[in-house]
């Protein structure tokens, strides 16, 4: 068997496992070969239907990263917001409302909803290239918008623990509290804090792309 | 460093300017009316979900911020259709260099749903039309879904040789399926 035919089987391979092919330089009648062996492929049975967790997951991407809508974030009441203390009065007083309560305290991630809100434009995306962020402030709200590669995302940057306004540390690609050693990662998370008991996670702010522009769901 | 969009003149006020404008696109509505004929649509084209998967998000990626929230079911199914079409050029240029697959042009200006008729009595046709043991290997492989071992116990023949057979059945299927065309 030669190489060509080796490779042409291997591709075959890949498509049977219904894997992503590798890359294949082959002549005219090997692209004729794998033409047919997808023709064959996809005729198959169960071939052509989606997986339910593809559909329902590339719905959220395309909610958070086209619309800027959450699916499913439920509305905290306001007696429940007052109830949850500081940082929910520092939300309440920036005019945002705190779409998920916080559960336990820590590590789950809470998303700020505004009532009422609009689209305002924070940054140009190519002002923000992959693997960095940027802070911005709307006049409301002090954030933070990270690219990620896939998926822009924003977040409040005010320091978890006694409502300081965080520092950009671009070179260690994290969030510093002046107030503190707390330092947060471009995903919202916590670093390092000073404080032994556990520190919840800065909240996401709606955000999508539009029209080149990072755009926050503020009030 | 700060960017506050106050301050930047027309940038913002221009965009919510066009959003409140119009009614928004109901796109979960388009979401659902349209995944699946879609991500058949790529299947048939790249025989395999990874890809499928991947060239589903970027048409929905793509296309979904440009669609008119006024375009009719029709409009925006043959948009989606265009969008891939372009997709698929694309990776197809990027993976081989060569379009391996095409989605057709006609499908642009029809209505109907993507790939509209079943496959499977053109492949049974072309397999009818192939010598025996190129039949049989191909509908062990992927009618089947047997290993390389699996077929060549079937067949009596090593592996080594089933795989040969399998590449030569695949290029004299690529044959009749053009003359079938």
Redesign the interface.
């Known amino acids: 068997?030669n190489r060509k035919?080796?490779r042409?089987?291997r591709w075959?391979?890949?498509?049977?496992h219904?894997?992503?092919?590798r890359?294949?330089?082959?002549g005219e009648?090997?692209?004729?070969?794998?033409?047919?062996?997808?023709?064959?492929?996809?005729?198959?049975?169960d071939?052509?239907?989606?997986?339910p967790r593809?559909?329902e997951s590339?719905?959220r991407?395309?909610a958070r990263?086209?619309?800027g809508v959450v699916p499913h974030a439920t509305r905290m009441t306001r007696r429940g917001l007052l109830a949850s203390g500081g940082l929910a009065a520092a939300t309440a007083a920036a005019g945002l409302l705190v779409g998920e309560r916080l559960v336990g305290g820590s590590a789950t991630q809470q998303h700020l909803i505004p009532e009422g809100g609009?689209?305002?434009?924070?940054?140009d995306l190519t002002?923000v290239p992959v693997g960095t962020a940027?802070?911005?402030?709307?006049?409301a709200v002090r954030g933070f918008v990270a690219n990620h590669g896939d998926t822009v995302r924003a977040f409040s940057a005010v320091c978890t623990h006694l409502g300081c306004l965080l520092r950009?540390n671009a070179d260690a690609r994290r969030l510093d509290c002046p107030c503190d050693r707390t330092a947060f990662a471009f995903d919202g998370s916590v670093l390092f804090k000073a404080m032994s008991a556990s520190l919840p996670s800065l909240p996401e702010l709606t955000s999508r792309i539009?029209?080149g522009?990072i755009?926050v769901l503020t009030v | 460093?700060?960017?506050?969009?106050?301050v930047?003149p027309g940038?913002?006020d221009h965009?919510?300017e066009?959003?409140s404008g119009e009614r928004p696109l109901d796109?979960?509505r388009v979401?659902h009316d349209n995944?699946?004929s879609i991500?058949?649509l790529m299947?048939?084209?790249?025989?395999?979900?990874?890809?499928?998967?991947?060239l589903?998000?970027q048409i929905?990626?793509d296309a979904?911020?440009r669609l008119r929230p006024s375009a009719s079911k029709g409009e925006i199914h043959m948009y989606l259709v265009a969008t891939s079409r372009t997709v698929l050029a694309e990776h197809w240029r990027r993976?081989?260099?060569?379009q391996?697959?095409s989605i057709d042009e006609n499908l642009l200006s029809t209505q109907e749903d993507a790939p509209s008729s079943d496959?499977?009595p053109?492949?049974r046709r072309?397999l009818s039309q192939l010598p025996a043991n190129y039949r049989r290997v191909?509908e062990l492989?992927?009618?089947e879904?047997c290993s390389?071992a699996e077929t060549a116990a079937t067949m009596g023949i090593s592996a080594?040789n089933a795989?040969?057979v399998?590449?030569r059945a695949?290029?004299r299927?690529?044959?009749v399926?053009?003359e079938l065309s």
Do not use: C
């Open positions: 068997m035919s080796r042409v089987n075959v391979d890949d498509l049977l219904d894997r992503r092919p890359r294949l330089r082959g009648q090997d692209v004729d070969a794998l033409r047919a062996a997808i023709e064959m492929r996809s005729s198959g049975p071939s052509g239907l989606p997986d593809f559909v590339l719905r991407r395309l990263e086209t619309q609009k689209w305002v434009a924070v940054a002002d940027m802070l911005f402030s709307t006049g950009m539009h029209a522009k755009e | 460093m700060y960017v506050d969009s106050a930047r940038g913002s965009v919510l066009l959003i796109w979960e979401y995944i699946a991500y058949r299947y048939y084209k790249v025989g395999n979900r990874e890809d499928a998967e991947d589903t998000s929905f990626l979904l911020p993976r081989l260099g060569v391996v697959t496959q499977r053109r492949i072309i191909l492989r992927f009618l879904r390389v080594a795989r040969v399998q590449h695949l290029r299927a690529a044959e399926g053009q």
